[in-house]
């Protein structure tokens, strides 16, 4: 049995279908033992809601830290999201280097901006933070928004199989090492996935309904992860944890009531059997 122990470190939405209140179910549904650590907590995401609270936990961190420490706790993986602050960053650089097991991989989804964007609390100070976080992970899930924002390339909306291996390249000449790119569309109604390894570029594309769905980023990352510990190649784990979002949005776009979120809940049996 592949029983891996994973720890998340992301905010919790109260409100939202995002970062940890998706992670901890599909990593769990998975098969694996999720160990959380939460980031901050917001009264809903920041993607749509006004006046939503945020209590910054950075200052949790290095007693929570030192308490696993004192009681022998480490991962076999570390994945991380959205996070609070630039202070945050650096304690979670201390994090990968202190509490992986042997060979634990450390897989970081740069969660910070999107459709050309970044979310509303972060700067580019922040974005190039991150870009020296994304430079200690093993595996990075950039979309091309945060692609463009670590790199300092131009953002572009039409782009082509060039500009997409250009991005990649940057990163890796930053120091990423495995980089899975999401939301990368050649063609009109489609959408996919770019694994870009020392140079080495594969694709998994599938139909694109819809503009997508608040969250789907977070959605992909935690069915991305729980795959690809679960055994599963850096291809075949974009391949499921793509297939699963595209049944999340399928789910969710005739109800404009839940502009909020994705409907993952329901079709979490599809995401197990795929594995
Ligand atoms: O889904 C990414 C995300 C996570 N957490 C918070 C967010 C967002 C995107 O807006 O606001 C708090």
Not at 85 to 106: C, H, R, W
Request: one cysteine or more.
């Amino acid at each position: 049995m592949n029983y891996k122990r994973i720890l998340t470190i992301q905010d919790i939405s109260c409100v939202g279908q995002c970062s940890l209140t998706v992670a901890l179910p599909i990593l769990s549904a998975c098969g694996h033992e999720t160990v959380i650590l939460p980031s901050a907590v917001l009264s809903t995401h920041t993607g749509g809601f006004t006046d939503f609270t945020f209590r910054d936990l950075t200052d949790d961190i290095p007693q929570i830290q030192k308490h696993w420490q004192k009681e022998g706790i480490t991962f076999d993986a570390i994945y991380t999201g959205y996070l609070g602050s630039l202070k945050q960053i650096d304690y979670v650089a201390n994090i990968f280097e202190t509490m992986g097991k042997e060979g634990a991989p450390v897989i970081v989804d740069p969660a910070m901006a999107d459709n050309g964007k970044l979310y509303c609390i972060f700067d580019e100070t922040y974005a190039k933070a991150m870009a020296g976080l994304c430079t200690k992970a093993d595996i990075v899930l950039p979309n091309i928004t945060e692609a463009s924002f670590m790199t300092g390339l131009e953002y572009k909306e039409e782009y082509d199989e060039t500009y997409i291996k250009n991005l990649c390249q940057a990163m890796e000449d930053m120091g990423m090492n495995k980089i899975v790119m999401t939301g990368v569309g050649y063609e009109a109604n489609k959408t996919g996935v770019v694994v870009y390894d020392r140079g080495n570029y594969e694709y998994y594309c599938h139909e694109k309904i819809g503009k997508g769905c608040h969250g789907t980023g977070d959605i992909f990352a935690s069915s991305f992860v729980g795959s690809y510990l679960s055994g599963k190649t850096l291809l075949e784990a974009s391949r499921i944890a793509g297939d699963y979002v595209l049944e999340c949005i399928k789910l969710t776009r005739q109800d404009d009531s839940h502009w909020y979120g994705a409907k993952f809940e329901p079709v979490l049996g599809e995401l197990i059997r795929r594995l």
